[in-house]
């Protein structure tokens, strides 16, 4: 269950990542492409996004033992 769980906060880490650099390569938000600007479902993502990140911030000092 953690091992899924790991995956898929990873996933949307990655998704978060590839975002950002459309948006500073391109000008390109892909998020808001898709679900609209700010709408209920892009809050959600960024939010779902931010969350993950967090979650393997605090996994940095598990990981670096």
Do not use: C, H, Q
């Not at 990873?10 to 679900?35: A, M, P, Q």
């Not at 700010?38 to 931010?50: D, E, P």
């Amino acid at each position: 269950m953690k091992k899924n769980l790991d995956l898929i906060l990873l996933i949307l880490i990655i998704i978060g990542g590839l975002n950002w650099g459309l948006v500073g390569l391109f000008n390109f938000n892909l998020v808001s492409f898709l679900f609209g600007d700010f709408s209920i479902i892009s809050r959600i993502v960024y939010s779902l996004v931010g969350i993950s990140a967090a979650y393997w911030i605090s996994l940095i000092p598990e990981k670096t033992k």
